[in-house]
Nanobody
Framework: VQLQASGGGLVQAGGSLRLSCVAS????????WGWFRQAPGKEREFVAA????????SFADSVKGRFTVSRDNARNTVYLQMNSLRPDDTAVYYC????????????????WGQGTQVTVSS
C-alpha cells in the first residue's frame, strides 16, 4: 500500500493550491481520508477528513470556510482545495486513510502518505 501526495508548492498569501493524494496497492472505497499538516517545530495537526462516500466532511476550525475536501473512489484519490491561503498554513501536508470515519486523531489512521510541502509567503 502506498499513498502519494502531490500539489504542494510556493504561493503568495491569498492564493490557492489543490493537493491530491492517490492510494495504490488495493482499493479503499470504505475508508475515510484525512489530511494533516505539520509546521516546523510544531506537532502534526488535523486539517480535514471525508467519509467513505464523500457525503460527510470535517474541518479544523483554522481552515473552515477556506479549505474543501473531496474524493474520487474510482481513482482512489482525495483532494484538498485550499483557498485564501495564509502564511500560517505553511507546513508539510500529509494524507492518510482510516477505517474510522471523520477522525481528527492521527493515531486512528492506518496508512500515511509521505507529505507535500506547502509554503505561503506574505
Amino acid at each position: 500500500v502506498q499513498l502519494q501526495a502531490s500539489g504542494g508548492g510556493l504561493v503568495q498569501a491569498g492564493g490557492s493550491l489543490r493537493l491530491s493524494c492517490v492510494a495504490s496497492g488495493r482499493t479503499f472505497n470504505y475508508y475515510a481520508w484525512g489530511w494533516f499538516r505539520q509546521a516546523p517545530g510544531k506537532e502534526r495537526e488535523f486539517v480535514a477528513a471525508i467519509n467513505w462516500s464523500g457525503a460527510s466532511t470535517s474541518f479544523a476550525d483554522s481552515v473552515k470556510g477556506r479549505f474543501t475536501v473531496s474524493r474520487d473512489n474510482a481513482r482512489n484519490t482525495v483532494y484538498l482545495q485550499m483557498n485564501s491561503l495564509r502564511p500560517d498554513d505553511t507546513a508539510v501536508y500529509y494524507c492518510a486513510l482510516a477505517r474510522v470515519a471523520l477522525s481528527s486523531t492521527a493515531a486512528t489512521y492506518d496508512y500515511w502518505g509521505q507529505g507535500t510541502q506547502v509554503t505561503v509567503s506574505s
